[in-house]
């Protein structure tokens, strides 16, 4: 089994920024990718960015993309997401997945392990 721990959200005021961490720990070694998703009150998971522990490639949702940046530090086994330029409409909970899969999804339903999540909040 592989545990993910998510840490660092909080309240930021729209046009700031906040990192997320999330560390990977257990069978790390048979995880492909990564990825953060969120979920805001009232509405579905949606896809935010994903990574792939060898090579890095990175996958952006469109509503965050030069906004919102993923990296990797594969000896921690942590992934991170530094959120700049934040707005009211970015708050929601936060999780980190990962999966064991070949390809990325940006479907939840593609994703294998999950983080219990960090709520930010970002207010106007």
């Known amino acids: 089994q592989v545990q993910l721990v998510e840490s660092g959200g909080g309240l930021v005021q729209t046009g700031g920024s906040v990192r997320l961490s999330c560390a990977a720990s257990?069978?790390?070694?048979?995880?492909?990718?990564m990825g953060w998703f969120r979920q805001a009150p009232g509405k579905e998971r949606e896809f935010v960015a994903a990574?792939?522990?060898?090579?890095?490639?990175?996958y952006y949702a469109d509503s965050v993309k030069d906004r919102f940046t993923i990296s990797r530090d594969n000896t921690r086994n942590t992934v991170y997401l530094q959120m700049n330029s934040l707005k009211p409409e970015d708050t929601a909970v936060y999780y980190c997945?990962?999966?064991?899969?070949?390809?990325?999804?940006?479907?939840?339903?593609?994703?294998?392990?999950w983080g219990k999540g960090t709520l930010v909040t970002v207010t106007s």
């Open positions: 997945a990962a999966s064991a899969r070949r390809q990325y999804s940006s479907d939840p339903a593609g994703m294998d392990y």
């Open positions: 257990g069978r790390t070694f048979i995880l492909r990718h």
């Open positions: 990574i792939y522990w060898s090579g890095g490639s990175t």
